[in-house]
């Protein structure tokens, strides 16, 4: 049987991290302990594209994330804690990934995977910042292309890192942004 049929109907013909039915295709995890299709994942062409950076992450989609995370399929595990990875800045995610429970095996592949920087994000007075820390800003910002100012003293509760060390990201006025790391202080 081709990974492709292995995969379809592992996964009842649906994405498996959506659930959607849709333009559906076959994803091989990066890290991968072998190639078979217990090492790959079905996805519909939204969650791919979204995956693969070909298109701007739509954070309310990645709810479904919630659900497929307790999957029993290690590939779509790691791939739902890659994901919740990425989305660390936002609550929900954070606190799925603090729920999600993975096999030490499978928590190594998934870690694999991820972005991790060997510099440090540091804050005004050099204190290392980690996802979902608090910081406070400690001058006034003007957001591009959202068109307002971050005030000086504005909390930011559960920053996010990006692949730069010298960013966060979080949410200020109800957006998220990407702040400079240098002009916040750890609360």
Request: with cysteine; net charge negative.
């Amino acid at each position: 049987m081709s990974i492709e049929k292995h995969l379809a109907q592992r996964a009842n013909h649906q994405c498996e991290l959506c659930s959607s039915n849709e333009h559906l295709i076959p994803l091989a995890l990066e890290y991968s302990p072998d190639t078979t299709a217990n090492c790959a994942i079905l996805l519909c062409k939204f969650c791919h594209d979204q995956i693969q950076g070909e298109v701007e992450l739509d954070m309310n989609h990645w709810r479904c994330l919630n659900e497929s995370m307790w999957s029993q399929t290690p590939a779509v595990q790691v791939m739902a804690y890659r994901m919740l990875g990425r989305l660390s800045s936002e609550t929900w995610a954070q606190d799925s990934m603090d729920m999600m429970y993975l096999e030490d095996d499978v928590k190594q592949w998934a870690e694999a995977g991820m972005i991790i920087n060997d510099e440090p994000t540091l804050d005004v007075n050099g204190v290392i910042l980690k996802a979902g820390d608090s910081v406070t800003i400690i001058k006034d910002l003007d957001v591009k292309g959202a068109g307002f100012t971050a005030k000086r003293g504005t909390p930011v509760r559960n920053i996010g890192l990006s692949d730069n060390p010298l960013h966060i990201e979080g949410r200020v006025n109800g957006q998220r942004i990407v702040i400079i790391a240098a002009y916040t202080k750890k609360n």
